[in-house]
């Protein structure tokens, strides 16, 4: 499994509010939520090579 690290993320409440509420329905954390759409967003991007889904669910 790769490193974990944390950082500070500072965002707009009404993002926030809407993440939440978009995790809680995947039954994801929130935590899981941000990393499960920058996952995805990189795969589209082709800037990661990773297929492991995040959170425990695939799209």
């Keep these: 499994m790769a490193e974990r ?6 965002i707009d409440g009404e993002v926030l509010d ?7 329905d995947d ?3 929130l935590n899981a939520q941000i990393e ?3 996952r995805k967003a990189l795969r ?7 297929d492991k ?3 425990g669910k695939s799209s």
Excluded at 18 to 24: E, I, S, T
Excluded at 44 to 50: A, I, P, V
Aim: proline letters at 3%; a positive charge.
């Design 18 to 24: 809407a993440l939440k509420k978009w995790a809680d």
């Design 27 to 29: 039954l994801r954390s």
């Design 44 to 50: 589209e991007q082709r800037r990661l090579k990773d």
């Design 5 to 10: 690290r944390s950082f500070l993320l500072r």
């Design 36 to 38: 499960f759409l920058l």
């Design 53 to 55: 889904p995040a959170g």
